[in-house]
């Protein structure tokens, strides 16, 4: 069984960083993209940041120059390092990856989510 398990989410005060991190575990034969994906309370789920298996990166354009994502193939796992937060960051933060496990059936796997809020 494959599944992405997500850690790092927290509160913190506006102008603060918090470090998010995705571990892929399970049967799996390959990664392809993996990101963070958030969804606000009332708003639909937008995408934060992607990076493909060769380290490409892909941002949107609300945390361009203050979010970085990045990955460690050999652990199958995704980093978003957030910093400058600001209140309208916070949100419910899901790993996302295109995975083939190793029956071959590739698909999109979504992590359980993890809280972020930025508040003073």
């Known amino acids: 069984q494959v599944q992405l398990v997500e850690s790092g989410g927290g509160l913190v005060q506006p102008g603060g960083s918090l470090r998010l991190s995705c571990a892929a575990s399970g049967n799996i034969f390959n990664i392809y993209t993996m990101g963070w994906y958030r969804q606000a309370p009332g708003k639909e789920r937008e995408l934060v940041a992607t990076i493909t298996r060769g380290g490409s990166a892909n941002y949107a354009d609300s945390v361009r120059f203050r979010f970085t994502i990045s990955r460690d193939n050999t652990k199958n796992t995704v980093f978003l390092q957030m910093n400058s937060l600001n209140p309208e960051d916070t949100a419910v933060y899901y790993c996302?990856?295109?995975?083939?496990?190793?029956?071959?059936?590739?698909?999109?796997?979504w992590g359980q989510g993890t809280q972020v809020t930025v508040s003073s």
């Open positions: 996302y990856a295109d995975m083939m496990a190793s029956s071959l059936l590739r698909r999109d796997y």
